[in-house]
Every structure is written in structure tokens, then in C-alpha cells.
């Protein structure tokens, strides 16, 4: 277990109240023992991060870092220079990268001992972590229930104290999403602020890697350290990110927050809608201004993003062919080059995958492609225009960042419509390339957590943090904590 937050434990290893070392093996053995029961680790990354831990004890220069000392979980399709990535699919069931991810190389250099890789829905496609190879993790709120997805073992490690922050990539809501369903701070930065070298590809167009942790300053914190530009991903914008320590301090008064009341008004649980409503008055008594605006063209969001991601995914997954990389089926004497191909990618992909693989194929294929891509490529466009109209008025936009609690494991399934109306309050951000935050305001009469939205102006995390941090001063949301693991299990 990890007892306080990433600040709390890098202050005690820079003034020696414990080292790096005991913080590592104290990690590491929550992990073991309790990372089964939430079906949240794929692998422990033991000796790199004891090796790493050593490093910093040694030497009182490193012991000054940032992050000197933080135990660190990263979703599973974050590449590990020779530690296991398998993006939960078995389609990478032994990839070992040759090259840490950039996010990687700069959280060690900051002092992070990456200790775990968490599962997540294989490829980072889905909104309850049950399409992973793994199994599905579990939500240590209920252990019947989903912790949300894609990056759900991030989420649920981090909710359970197993480890202080960790990295999940977001697509269409796979940070801010689980992030909800379990109780954490997650924010998606601005598209380009966080490198995605590294990054197993998804959407390209949309894959974001950002934090979840405990409280908005310890992910204002990790963001601060992973950020930035990187000449390996041409996206990544050169834009510097300011000082997200200036901006905690920063009160809410006066604070413009946009509610798109007519978008609300349809398919959000009583509770959900309640809980979100009750933190923004908080925020309205601290002095922030409540603004009806209105996005008329975002309830072709979830539409535009299956197009549109699963466009994306149909042209990155090709790759793992068998013969570039990935799986390769054991060959017959009789088969042939398409043979092979043909039971490679069978055997490698799960049911999801394949699913978005054929939708995205076909909505690019002669015939299809200006009536469904082109059409959501420019209602995309116009969904972007939506914020930017919004963003003359207000300086956030709020809803709820899922429209209800945690559902069960199995429940939906069989139903990809409705698992995919999860994200319905997510996608845009993605699509619109804006950053997004996802902090706990309330808990439901089944004892879930509630998490509220906040979406930004382009590369304007700033004004995120400091909201969610003023909304944490004068709440005790951020600071429940989920009945597993027990205390007595401790």
C-alpha cells in the first residue's frame, strides 16, 4: 500500500523520512497481493523499479527530483524497454519493446519508479476494461462491477492506494471515464501537449496519454513532468505548458462554467445528474458564474467517433499481420500467405476489435468512404466550432463525465450501442482535441462514486486543475476511499 499522495511520498523520500527502496517493496507487495483480486496488473515491473529505487537512495542529487521515489503504474499499451507490452491483447502477448515510451523516459528522469504495467480493453477499445486478454479488472468500489475503460487498471490501482498516480491514454474517455467510475482525479490533456511515442496506436487522431491520481495537484504534477514537446511525435505541439503550480492557487471567483442544460436533459441517471448538480453549486457559492450555453451539435458526437476511430484503428492495427509484428499462427503444410493472414489476425484479435476493425474498413472503403468518413469529418469540424462559439463566453464547459455510476460486469456485453453511450459525454473533447478533467463529486445510495466533467480551452489545463482543485478545498469527495482493500486487510 501507498499512504499518501505523489507529493506526500516524494517529500518523505527527499527529506529521508523513508527510502526509495521501502517505498518500492511496499508498493510492490500491495500490488501482489491485491493487484489479483482487482485483475488490474498484467505484469510487475520488480527489478527495474528496485534497481531504480537503489539509484535514488544513493544519490542525494536524485533524491531532490520531482518524483523521487513515486511508485508509478502505466497502462499496458505504453511501451516498457524490455518489460512486457501487451496492450491487452494477444496479439502482443510476448512484445517486449526495445525503446521506453517518451512519458516513460521522462517519469524515471523525474525519479518515478514504474512499478506495474495495468490491464486495460485490448488496444485501449472499450468503456469496462472486459475486452482486455487478461480478463476484466474489477472496481474496488464493488467487485461485481467494471471500473470503467479503457485505462480501468490504472484507474482501479490507483482508487484501491496500490499506487499514488498512474498513466492511462484517453481516445474518446478512457482517462476521465474510469476515472469516474472509481473515484480518482483523470485528466486528458490538449491534443499534442503529451507525446504519444510510445503509444500503441489507436486513433491517432485522438490518443492522448494523461494522469489519474488522488487529487488534481498530484496529476497537475505528473502532467508537468510528461509534458511537453518531443521531436518523435510530429504532433506534439512546441507549445510550453505553464506553471500548474501557479495555477492550484488560483481561486474560482468570477470563474465562467458553461452547463449545456438541453445536452443533459435526456439518458443521465437522477443521481448522476444530482451529485453534478450539487458541485456546481459549491463552485457557484465559492464565486463562479453559472452560464447555460448551448453545443447543438453534439449529439452526433458518438456516431462521428465510431467513424472516425475506428477508421483510424482499421488502418493502425494492419500491421500485426504475422508477418511486421505480433502473433503468428503455428502453419499447416497446405496453407497459404492469405492462410496465414486470415488465422494470424483470428487468433491474435478479440471480438471488440475485430468488430471496429470491419466498421472502420468498410466506412473507408470505394463507395462508403464519402458518405460516412467524409460526412463525420465534417461534422466533426462542426462539433470543434461548437466549443469554440461556447469558449467566447465561459471558460469551461461542465457535465457529467459519465451518464451513470459504474455498471456490472457482463451487463452490457452483449449491447456495444449501449456500452458505447457510455462515453457520451466524453468524445468530444477528443474529437475537438481539447482537454478534459474528471473529479469526484459524489457518491450514489449504492455507495459509487460520481465524477463531474470540466472541458477546457485548447492547451488551458491550467484552468482545470485550478477548478478541481478549488472544488477539493471545500469538499471531502477526493478524500473517500473504497472498501477494498479493507483496513483490516492492510
Known amino acids: ?82 518489460v512486457r507490452t ?21 517519469l524515471e528522469a523525474a525519479g518515478a519508479l514504474i512499478v506495474a504495467k495495468a490491464n486495460c480493453d485490448e488496444f485501449a477499445m472499450g468503456s469496462s476494461n472486459e475486452n482486455s486478454a487478461h480478463g476484466p479488472a474489477r472496481n474496488p468500489w464493488a467487485l461485481d462491477r467494471t471500473p470503467g475503460g479503457s485505462s480501468g487498471g490504472s484507474a482501479a490501482l490507483v482508487a484501491a492506494g496500490l499506487v499514488p498516480a498512474a498513466l492511462g491514454s484517453d481516445t474518446g474517455g478512457s482517462v476521465r471515464q474510469p476515472a469516474a467510475f472509481c473515484g ?19 486513433g491517432s487522431s485522438l490518443d492522448q496519454i494523461g494522469p489519474l491520481a488522488r487529487s488534481a495537484e498530484d496529476a497537475a504534477l505528473l502532467l508537468s513532468v510528461v509534458a511537453g514537446h518531443d521531436p518523435r511525435d510530429a504532433t506534439s505541439s512546441p507549445r510550453a505548458l505553464p506553471s500548474l503550480e501557479g495555477a492550484l492557487a488560483h481561486d474560482v471567483a468570477g470563474t465562467r462554467i458553461g452547463v449545456p442544460r438541453r445536452w443533459l436533459a435526456e439518458g443521465v441517471d437522477r443521481e448522476v445528474l444530482r451529485a453534478c448538480d450539487d458541485a456546481l453549486g459549491v463552485l457557484r457559492d465559492a464565486g463562479a458564474v453559472l452560464v447555460d450555453v448551448d453545443l447543438p451539435h453534439s449529439s452526433f458526437a458518438v456516431p462521428v467517433y465510431y467513424l472516425v476511430a ?47 476493425i470491419m466498421l472502420g ?50 451487463e452490457r456485453v452483449d449491447d456495444p450501442l449501449q456500452m458505447y453511450l ?23 445510495s449504492d455507495h459509487l462514486p460520481v465524477g463531474l466533467q470540466f472541458v477546457g480551452r485548447p492547451f488551458d489545463e491550467a484552468t482545470l486543475v485550478g477548478l478541481a482543485h478549488a472544488f477539493e478545498r471545500r469538499t471531502r469527495w477526493s478524500a473517500c476511499r473504497p472498501p477494498f482493500p479493507a483496513d483490516e486487510m492492510v
Open 1 to 82: 500500500m501507498t499512504p499518501g499522495g505523489v507529493k506526500a511520498l516524494r517529500d518523505d523520500v527527499a527529506a529521508g523520512r523513508v527510502t526509495a527502496v521501502a517505498q518500492c517493496e511496499r508498493a510492490l507487495d500491495g500490488l501482489a497481493r491485491f493487484g489479483p483480486t482487482l485483475g488490474a496488473v498484467v505484469t510487475l515491473v520488480r527489478d527495474r523499479a528496485m534497481a531504480r529505487a537503489a539509484a535514488i537512495d544513493a544519490d542525494p542529487a536524485l533524491r531532490a527530483l520531482p518524483l523521487a521515489g513515486v511508485p508509478i503504474a502505466v497502462k499496458d499499451n505504453i511501451c516498457t524497454q524490455g
Open 86 to 106: 501487451t496492450a491487452g491483447s494477444r496479439a502482443l502477448a510476448d512484445f517486449a519493446p526495445p525503446y521506453d515510451a517518451t512519458v516513460v523516459a521522462r
Open 310 to 356: 475506428t477508421a483510424e484503428a482499421s488502418s493502425n492495427l494492419a500491421r500485426y499481420d504475422g508477418v511486421r509484428y505480433g502473433h503468428r499462427t503455428r502453419l499447416d503444410p497446405d496453407d497459404d500467405l492469405l492462410a496465414m493472414y486470415d488465422r494470424t489476425r483470428d487468433e491474435g484479435f478479440g471480438a471488440e476489435v475485430k468488430r471496429r
Open 422 to 444: 457510455a462515453d457520451v459525454f466524453t468524445v468530444s473533447a477528443n474529437l475537438a482535441g481539447l482537454p478534459g478533467i474528471s473529479m469526484p463529486c459524489g457518491l450514489t
Open 184 to 202: 480518482v482525479v483523470g485528466l486528458k490533456p490538449t491534443y499534442g501537449r503529451v507525446s504519444r511515442y510510445g503509444l500503441v496506436a489507436f
Open 361 to 410: 474498413t468498410y466506412v473507408l472503403s470505394a463507395g462508403y468512404y464519402d458518405a460516412y468518413y467524409l460526412k463525420a469529418q465534417q461534422v466533426r469540424t462542426l462539433i470543434r466550432r461548437d466549443y469554440d462559439e461556447a469558449f467566447a463566453a465561459v471558460d469551461v464547459i461542465a457535465t457529467p463525465t459519465s451518464p451513470t455510476p459504474a455498471f456490472r460486469l457482463g
